[in-house]
T-cell receptor
Framework: NAGVTQTPKFQVLKTGQSMTLQCAQD?????MYWYRQDPGMGLRLIYY???????DKGEVPNGYNVSRLNKREFSLRLESAAPSQTSVYFC????????????FGSGTRLTVV | AQSVTQPDIHITVSEGASLELRCNYS??????LFWYVQSPGQGLQLLLK??????LVQGIKGFEAEFKRSQSSFNLRKPSVHWSDAAEYFC?????????FGDGTTLTVKP
């Protein structure tokens, strides 16, 4: 089925470890996004990529880096994980920035101990 | 700055009853408006969207929403709720490439 695929679905990290969250979409969308979802804080944008070759900071970029590898793939990297980064991470895509609504992946539940 | 308010954190309705979830936005112009649904352990799924034109929009799963410019509202409705509608619902606005999500309303459906 067409959509957004995120890996892994679950991850436990120790403080200071690094990891990369992978995201791929097969809808030929131009724009891709990384959000984190925390109880009582809603969805907050970490980084986005309006088109292939571009990335920009969102609301909460500190502690994260991203790579738009090609039109399909957009990865999120935690260089040195902290307990404050314990969250559920969602990747999303859209035809272009803002138009048509977003298609979301099923999320990565990350726990940093 | 644009903002989205979902006044009801939690709503409980009986199966078969009607449903209305409220959404108010704060922005000078008319933004693009969306409703999403999130089932436990899942990502958000787009229910419907409003860009322009007819202020009553139909979505998937039997949902509809009405845009009221005078009230800056975009309320979600369903005439008869099913147990499978229990989920969290998010209203979102988009303007000039920036999306803002509400904090969500959790819907519980009583048998």
């Amino acid at each position: 089925n067409a959509g957004v695929t995120q890996t892994p679905k679950f991850q436990v990290l120790k403080t200071g470890q690094s990891m990369t969250l992978q995201c791929a979409q097969d809808m030929n969308h131009n724009s891709m996004y990384w959000y984190r979802q925390d109880p009582g804080m809603g969805l907050r944008l970490i980084y986005y990529s309006a088109s292939e070759g571009t990335t920009d900071k969102g609301e909460v970029p500190n502690g994260y880096n991203v790579s738009r590898l090609n039109k399909r793939e957009f990865s999120l990297r935690l260089e040195s994980a902290a307990p404050s980064q314990t969250s559920v991470y969602f990747c999303a895509s859209s035809e272009s920035r803002g138009l048509g609504g977003y298609t979301f992946g099923s999320g990565t539940r990350l726990t940093v101990v | 700055a644009q903002s989205v308010t979902q006044p009801d954190i939690h709503i409980t309705v009986s199966e078969g009853a009607s449903l209305e979830l409220r959404c108010n936005y704060s922005y000078g112009a008319t933004p693009y408006l969306f409703w999403y649904v999130q089932s436990p352990g899942q990502g958000l799924q787009l229910l419907l969207k409003y860009f322009s034109g007819d202020t009553l929009v139909q979505g998937i799963k039997g949902f509809e929403a009405e845009f009221k410019r005078s009230q800056s509202s975009f309320n979600l409705r369903k005439p008869s709720v099913h147990w499978s509608d229990a989920a969290e619902y998010f209203c979102a606005v988009e303007h000039a490439g920036k999306s803002t999500f509400g904090d969500g309303t959790t819907l519980t459906v009583k048998p």
